[in-house]
């Protein structure tokens, strides 16, 4: 099983400041399986970025996914008050090949 | 645009079977463009993903259960199932129904499932 180790667990910003949130692999997936969530409380996780890098549709541009092999990457390059949520990755693969999501990173206000 | 739409019982006891159905609107279950999966989450803890469905009812499960989920698909109903046996406090959680194409979305509210007696 591939396991997505995500960093850092909670990360503490400002409104308009940039945030950085990391998704690592246990060994290579395809970029194409490569997603990113958003979960508020009491919601279900929406979708923010497919493909690694693609922007679901409605998602905004400061929204931006990139990486691949191992190391992925989603950045919000300025934060709005309604982003501070959780932030899941997830991907398909490794033997039998199923889903797996990373632990979370907590974006909160600092 | 699709939607999911979770229902089923809120309260199951212990060693019994959860059951949970999920309704598609907006779209065929059986265009075959899509598979359908559920996920589930326990309270303050990460997305953990059982299995998921074809529109030709092949499926694929997270080994992780055990052989304990069962998804069905009623294409007349425009409905997916899940079924999970033997269940224990540890299969409490809420659970997700999502449309899948190597990513989730949309998903449905959430359905929350309590295991005790």
């Known amino acids: 099983e591939i396991v997505l180790t995500q960093s850092p667990g909670t990360l503490s910003l400002s409104q308009g400041e940039r945030a950085t949130l990391s998704c690592r692999a246990s060994q290579s997936v395809s970029t194409i399986s490569l997603a990113w969530y958003q979960q508020k409380p009491g919601q279900a996780p929406r979708l923010l970025i497919y493909?690694?890098?693609r922007r679901a549709t409605g998602i905004p541009d400061r929204f931006s996914g990139s990486g691949s092999g191992t190391d992925f990457t989603l950045t919000i390059s300025r934060l709005e008050p309604e982003d501070f949520a959780v932030y899941y990755c997830?991907?398909?693969?490794?033997?039998?090949?199923?889903?797996?999501f990373g632990q979370g990173t907590k974006l909160g206000i600092k | 645009q699709v939607q999911l739409q979770e229902s089923g019982p809120g309260l199951v006891k212990p060693s019994q079977t959860l059951s949970l159905s999920c309704t598609v609107s907006g779209g065929s279950i059986s265009s075959g463009d899509y598979y359908w999966s559920w996920i589930r989450q326990p309270a303050g803890k990460g997305l953990e993903w059982i299995g998921r469905i074809y529109a030709t009812g092949t499926t694929t499960y997270n080994p992780s259960l055990r052989g304990r989920a069962t998804i069905s698909i009623d294409t007349s109903k425009n409905q997916f199932s899940l079924q999970v046996t033997s269940v224990t406090a540890a299969d409490t959680a809420v659970y997700y129904c999502a449309r899948e194409g190597l990513c989730f979305d949309p998903w449905g509210q959430g359905t929350q499932v309590t295991v005790s007696s």
């Open positions: 493909s690694a890098s």
């Open positions: 997830h991907q398909f693969g490794g033997s039998p090949p199923i889903y797996t």
